[in-house]
T-cell receptor, first 114, second 120 residues
Framework: GAGVSQTPSNKVTEKGKYVELRCDPI?????LYWYRQSLGQGPEFLIY????????DSGLPNDRFFAVRPEGSVSTLKIQRTERGDSAVYLC????????????FGPGTRLTVL | AQTVTQSQPEMSVQEAETVTLSCTYD???????LFWYKQPPSRQMILVIR??????QNATENRFSVNFQKAAKSFSLKISDSQLGDTAMYFC?????????????????FGKGTKLSVKP
């Protein structure tokens, strides 16, 4: 079946603008994760959803970052007043309830803040 | 807090040879999972192999195997018969064991990665 998809693939924006990044998990997967991968680094956890609720948002760097998953499937990561330091690849992953903890990743959105 | 360290930023290996990528981690947890993920230039993270900490037997997956040393907190990846398609970034990752509502919970904690180049 289809894997995790993310749109857009690339996003270029100007400092101070608002952006939304979308993640479409594998159908039926109840758990969804957002990670941020800066250049030359491994991915860093941002937020985890179980169903519609954010079970752990401890990785969000500040209150400019927010994520929603209103119907328990698609999730949107929202970044307000973007800064150049927000430039990174934003990865989304999902996994189903009751499996052996493998997270299936999407191809990521590369965000560039000019 | 848990940390994952990959001390080899870059490695290269000749096609058909064997290469070992190193990973160490720090945790006070007794139950956890360890993973190796591959990230080719397409950016898609692909699971290579997984190890449950409570299992003493090292995981193997075709040409990929691990050397898990729990006391030393070491988790190295061995790739045998290297192929050109193995060229990628390799990330070691840690996850605490947990069950929430019968499902998975918890974020992955990644190392900085090792860039592996397989040369013809």
């Amino acid at each position: 079946g289809a894997g995790v998809s993310q749109t857009p693939s690339n996003k270029v924006t100007e400092k101070g603008k608002y952006v939304e990044l979308r993640c479409d998990p594998i159908s039926g997967h109840t758990a969804l994760y957002w990670y941020r991968q800066s250049l030359g680094q491994g991915p860093e956890f941002l937020i985890y959803f179980q169903g519609t609720g954010a079970a752990d948002d401890s990785g969000l760097p500040n209150d400019r970052f927010f994520a929603v998953r209103p119907e328990g499937s698609v999730s949107t990561l929202k970044i307000q007043r973007t800064e150049r330091g927000d430039s990174a690849v934003y990865l989304c992953a999902s996994n189903p309830t009751g499996t052996l903890h493998e997270q299936f990743f999407g191809p990521g959105t590369r965000l560039t803040v000019l | 807090a848990q940390t994952v360290t990959q001390s080899q930023p870059e490695m290269s290996v000749q096609e058909a040879e064997t290469v070992t990528l190193s990973c160490t981690y720090d945790t006070s947890e007794n139950n956890y999972y360890l993973f190796w993920y591959k990230q080719p230039p397409s950016r898609q993270m692909i699971l290579v192999i997984r190890q449950e900490a409570y299992k003493q037997q090292n995981a193997t997956e075709n040409r990929f195997s691990v050397n898990f040393q729990k006391a030393a907190k070491s988790f190295s990846l061995k790739i045998s018969d290297s192929q050109l398609g193995d060229t990628a970034m390799y990330f070691c990752a840690f996850m605490k064991h947990g069950v929430l509502l019968g499902g998975s919970q918890g974020n992955l904690i990644f190392g900085k990665g090792t860039k592996l180049s397989v040369k013809p």
